[in-house]
């Protein structure tokens, strides 16, 4: 059975600290996982999707990275905002891949 | 491309009674998926629509149920609302291969007194 667990639960950085996510997930024939962004009382915005076959993916300021063998993805936050204060979520399939398990996020806090 | 819409966005409900909530995929968009996210326990998978058919379903109980319209539209249906269900309730749609990127609407947030 696939879990997803995210650590910290929280974080509070000053602005422009660089900052690692980290998500882990026990089935590592995990085909993808996905990272999201989600602020107070609003939808999950997709920030980037691994596939198994990559190790990393970068979308400005976001790399992320996944680690089948080790069954750990991280989120790096370069020179971080107080406009990156949201939760963050990771997600992977489940074993039959038929639906996407959530870990519980981390909220961060970044402050000016 | 527009997103994912859901409606409405905000409901208040009595225990006992039922309600519909609606999602609209991205156009092109088949796989239609429900999820309920509460602060304890976070986002758990509802079920899964696609080309009109439910391919499969989470572990909830049989008062939750769905439909997909064959422009991909659906609908999820709670009944006999228990104060439990308050919770805000996610569609996302994708492609038709599971393994595409999940796209999020904004959510329904279900309020049950």
């Known amino acids: 059975k696939q879990e997803v667990t995210q650590i910290p639960a929280a974080l509070s950085v000053p602005e422009g600290e660089n900052l690692v996510l980290n998500c882990s997930f026990t089935?590592?024939?995990?085909?993808?996982l996905q990272w999201f962004r989600q602020d107070p009382g609003k939808g999950l915005t997709s920030l980037l999707l691994i596939q198994s076959s990559q190790r990393e993916q970068t979308s400005g300021r976001l790399n992320a990275s996944l680690d089948k063998s080790s069954g750990r993805s991280t989120l790096y936050i370069a020179a971080s905002q107080p406009g990156d204060s949201a939760t963050y979520l990771c997600a992977g399939p489940n074993q039959a891949g038929t639906a996407l398990i959530f870990g519980k996020g981390t909220t961060l806090s970044v402050s000016s | 491309k527009a997103g994912v819409t859901q409606t409405p966005r905000y409901l208040i409900k009595t225990r006992g009674q039922q309600v519909t909530l609606s999602c609209s995929p991205i156009s092109g968009h088949r796989s239609v998926s429900w999820y309920q996210q509460t602060p304890g326990q976070g986002l758990q998978f509802l079920f899964e629509?696609?080309?009109?058919?439910?391919?499969n379903k989470g572990n909830f109980p049989g008062r939750f149920s769905g439909r997909q319209f064959s422009n991909s539209r659906s609908e999820m249906n709670v009944s006999t609302l228990e104060l439990g269900d308050s919770a805000l309730y996610l569609c996302?749609?994708?492609?038709?291969?599971?393994?595409?990127?999940?796209?999020f609407g904004p959510g329904t947030r279900l309020t049950v007194t």
């Open positions: 089935d590592s024939a995990i085909y993808n």
């Open positions: 629509y696609f080309s009109e058919t439910q391919r």
């Open positions: 996302a749609s994708t492609g038709e291969q599971y393994s595409y990127e999940q796209y």
